[in-house]
């Protein structure tokens, strides 16, 4: 597999932690070039002025420089190259980059020098972005979501990414349900009561509008279908990506 980024290692938005454990994946051997891992002025000051980002930058400098591993799989990190073209006709053979280069402010700018990988599957991540609900503003205190003028609005609550960008692993997520949940508990006395206290409701609402939902005997089924042939290849589960045929397959037949 390879991982390709268009600017320097110290641009790089591991986490420490996510590179330790990435490390730590059995069987798979993580590379990368030495040529990737060189600094520019404007480099070494972001990684001097941030402890975090100096040991990323010493973690992938380390692995550049060590001698190989007899793993059977490997992870490729690639750095300073630019995509600029995926390569074949019905089907992906591989990709085009170009590489680049330090501009000196801390970006990056090509060098005309091309090359070409071959890999048959393209994975974008190009950055992430809050979908806006109306009239839902995006603060928050403490998972309590505030109006624009800093107000709490009652009664609505924030959790995940939507709450603190794309970033931290299953502890740092943990660490956030549990604020929000927190908060949820402490305001739950003053909290409006639902109207309706059957839970049977939200399933009779969510039909009348036509709205597409499983249930929790539903989500079992799916499971269920997962782990099946999962099971026959030695894995976990086989997820079922679409949520059409999800919902198809968690309903009744």
């Known amino acids: 597999m390879h991982v390709f980024a268009r600017r320097g290692i110290a641009q790089a938005r591991f986490t420490p932690m996510e590179l330790r454990e990435l490390d730590h994946v059995p069987g798979v051997e993580i590379v990368v070039d030495p040529a990737d891992v ?6 070494i000051a972001a990684a001097r002025s941030s402890k975090q980002t100096q040991m990323v930058v010493r973690t992938l400098q380390d692995w550049a420089l060590r001698d190989r591993r007899d793993r059977p799989r ?21 990709l085009r980059f170009e590489r680049t280069e330090f501009d ?22 190009v950055g992430y972005t809050g979908s806006h609900l109306d009239g839902l503003p995006f603060d928050h205190d403490a998972g309590r979501v505030l109006e624009l003028d800093g107000s709490l609005l009652p009664g609505v609550y924030a959790v995940g990414w ?37 839970p049977g409701a939200i399933e009779e609402l969510l039909a009348d509008r036509g709205v597409a939902h499983t249930t929790w005997d539903g989500w079992l089924r ?11 290849r030695g894995r976990e589960r086989m997820k ?7 919902l198809a397959i968690s309903r009744p037949t």
Request: glycine share 14%.
């Open 240 to 246: 079922v990506v679409p949520r059409a045929e999800m």
């Open 162 to 198: 939507i709450k603190r960008g794309p970033v931290g692993l299953i502890g740092h997520t943990k660490g956030c349900a549990l604020e929000t949940v927190g908060s949820l508990l402490a305001d739950a006395d003053g909290l409006v009561a639902a109207p309706h206290r059957d």
């Open 104 to 125: 000196g402010a801390g970006g990056v700018r090509g060098t005309g020098l091309f090359t070409e990988h071959p890999v048959e599957t393209v994975y974008r991540a």
């Open 38 to 43: 060189e600094l520019d002025d404007a480099s």
């Open 74 to 94: 490997r992870l490729h990190l690639h750095f300073l190259h630019r995509p600029v073209q995926v390569l074949g006709s019905d089907r992906v053979t591989g």
């Open 222 to 232: 799916l499971d269920k279908h997962e782990r099946r042939p999962g099971e026959e």
